[in-house]
């Protein structure tokens, strides 16, 4: 009965109980939202350093330190045969080493990365280096990404003088042209990294046969004098970012959960202060105190029960919208953020449940605490609308 | 049916001590159709809210049929109400997102019974009251004496000993306030219910056949007469 009632309550008040169950939807959809475009940025620049470098994870030199380029030189290998044997699908060898060029005679560091052509296992758009087939004689192709070259104000076709030390310690320099600039979905081996050919980098450098790691598409076991270095630990400074980011989308899920119950508290505080006398008109009919704190809490349950529908659906647009035009996150290549196209929405069922699940409690307590105070209003002071101030 | 021994009500209003109803002792018999009259803060609805079972009294008691409400708890009070008591109230106080029938049902529904049952009896008593075509209004759109048939209709429906309508006709114009008297006169014939009224509208006064006047918590006079107004 008092189920009955309530939906009638609820249904009959129109706009009061529309806009109460649209905002607490909105907010709903904007918690998974918040959610799942963090998932999504995750998953996508994890996805995107998988896909352009990390693949399975590397067999290095014991020590090797991406960021100690002064050792990089002592910390190249011969690839043991166990890796060379691999196809080219489930294997790349990548030969890093120092660098200068000479931009307009200005001197840029860079990382000179040697990579090895006829490689499928990384997504890395050089097939202009592929084509050229010709060892070097008085030029170097070099490949350079978009946002280097911007750095660089390099064009393709432009030609720079290059720099490096051979295995002797010897320094020589040539020239070098970029044959392409390549967009790069992860600035890491973009800014500051000059791609050539593998082969090269071992000619130019009298390094033959040695790499400074091997991507491989999955754990081959114990190789040799190496160390393989999974991907869990490859990506770990960008893992602990996300973290971090993840723990601010937590602070913005509770205060957007906080908003969400604030609404609906107020809502109903509106409600039985406005509805004082129809609260003692129950009462005088012979409805208890206790039933009418019933009635209220179900009339607010079902704006929550409700908004759960509303905003499944509501979100269902949103998200499906969303997922058709992302978000433009480009600008965060700048700090090194391993994205440069749009981001789109990952959503976890289980994250979607619980935030529906926890939002819908808050929203049946915050619905009940307020006309908790019923239970102690007077029949004749709320039938003079004075009960409740 | 109605006992009222001995009933003091005091109020505590800014610090100080307001004494409502002094000692007032007297009795309701079955069937009654009587008024309390007086001027305003003489104890009118006081004393109602008291025979209602809204309120409580100071000292003294009020017993229904034997049994004192006093010793009852919130939620046997409520069940006095719900199965006894039908009030009517000067401002209607009919639920708003209502419809007539629904109104005039909603103290069935209270007392657990299922619509499909009582559905005859709420259409046959809102025609009794004269509201069949607007029986899928709601509330706005009446007019008050209508709202008041309303009131008077879901006071009625679950047969109740008991009336207690506070100021009925106050919203009323005088055309409108004789329609509901008469009304209500006819239904007490037919359904041997007590009304007892608080107002000070002389029209009111016309019609009951026992008038207890208040005069500042005081019972001036109770006396019992003929009436004088018009019946149907």
Redesign the interface.
């Known amino acids: 009965?008092i189920f009955?009632?309530a939906l009638?309550?609820f249904l009959?008040?129109g706009m009061r109980s529309f806009l109460n169950v649209v905002v607490t939807a909105l907010s709903m959809v904007a918690v998974v939202f918040n959610l799942s475009l963090y998932n999504g940025f995750q998953d996508q620049a994890v996805r995107n350093m998988v896909a352009t470098d990390v693949a399975g994870g590397h067999y290095r030199h014991s020590g090797f330190d991406l960021l100690s380029p002064m050792e990089w030189e002592d910390q190249t290998f011969q690839t043991p045969g166990v890796l060379t044997s691999l196809p080219a699908t489930d294997k790349t060898e990548v030969l890093v080493l120092q660098g200068q060029i000479f931009p307009n005679r200005r001197l840029f560091p860079v990382q000179l990365r040697g990579l090895e052509m006829g490689q499928s296992l990384l997504d890395l758009p050089f097939q202009k280096l592929e084509e050229w087939t010709k060892p070097v004689e008085d030029i170097i192709p070099i490949i350079i990404g978009k946002q280097m070259a911007g750095k660089s104000h390099l064009h393709i076709g432009d030609t720079v003088v290059l720099r490096w030390r051979d295995r002797f310690g010897a320094v020589d320099a040539l020239d070098a042209r970029v044959v392409d600039v390549v967009p790069l979905i992860n600035p890491r081996i973009d800014e500051g990294v000059v791609w050539m050919r593998l082969d090269h980098l071992r000619q130019l450098t009298h390094r033959e046969g040695e790499v400074s790691w091997v991507a491989v598409k999955q754990f081959q076991g114990e190789v040799g004098n190496t160390e393989y270095v999974p991907p869990n630990e490859l990506l770990k400074d960008i893992l602990n970012l996300i973290e971090q980011d993840r723990k601010y989308a937590i602070i913005i899920w509770v205060i957007l959960i906080f908003l969400a119950g604030i609404s609906v508290f107020n809502t109903q505080y509106l409600n039985i202060f406005k509805r004082q006398?129809?609260i003692?008109?129950l009462?005088?009919?012979?409805?208890?105190?206790?039933r009418i704190v019933r009635l209220f809490t179900v009339e607010g349950s079902l704006a929550a029960f409700s908004a759960v529908g509303v905003a499944l659906v509501l979100g269902s647009i949103i998200f499906a919208w969303f997922q058709s035009v992302g978000l433009d996150v480009s600008h965060l290549a700048e700090s090194q953020i391993p994205i440069r196209e749009n981001i789109f929405l990952k959503i976890d069922p289980i994250e979607v449940a619980v935030s529906l699940l926890v939002i819908s409690a808050i929203m049946i307590v915050v619905a009940w605490a307020p006309v908790r105070k019923i239970s102690r209003v007077?029949?004749?002071q709320a039938?003079r609308g004075r009960a409740i101030t | 049916m109605l006992v009222i021994d001995h009933v003091s009500k005091i109020y505590r209003v800014g610090g100080q001590d307001f004494t409502a109803l002094h000692d007032i002792s007297l009795e309701v018999e079955e069937g009654a159709f009587m008024s309390f009259v007086g001027p305003s803060g003489s104890g009118k609805t006081t004393i109602i809210n008291l025979m209602g079972g809204l309120d409580q009294p100071t000292s003294g008691e009020i017993l229904f049929k034997g049994r004192s409400l006093a010793k009852m708890d919130r939620n046997e009070l409520a069940a006095y109400r719900r199965e006894n008591v039908g009030f009517i109230f000067q401002s209607y106080n009919l639920l708003p997102v209502y419809t007539v029938y629904e109104n005039v049902l909603f103290p069935l529904l209270l007392n657990d019974e299922k619509e499909s049952a009582v559905r005859e009896k709420v259409r046959a008593l809102v025609d009794q009251v004269g509201l069949s075509p607007e029986i899928n209004k709601k509330p706005t759109e009446l007019s008050g004496g209508q709202c008041q048939r309303v009131a008077i209709a879901r006071a009625l429906v679950k047969d109740p000993a008991l009336v207690l309508a506070d100021e009925p006709t106050a919203n009323l114009d005088a055309e409108n306030s004789y329609h509901i008297l008469e009304l209500m006169l006819k239904l007490n014939r037919d359904f041997k219910a007590a009304f007892i009224f608080c107002t000070h509208d002389e029209k009111v006064t016309k019609y009951v056949r026992r008038e207890v006047r208040l005069e500042d918590g005081f019972v001036e006079w109770d006396k019992t007469k003929q009436p004088e107004g018009h019946f149907s």
């Open positions: 009965m009955q009632i009638k309550n009959r008040q006398r129809e003692g008109t009462m005088a009919f012979g409805m208890a105190p206790s007077e029949a004749t039938l």
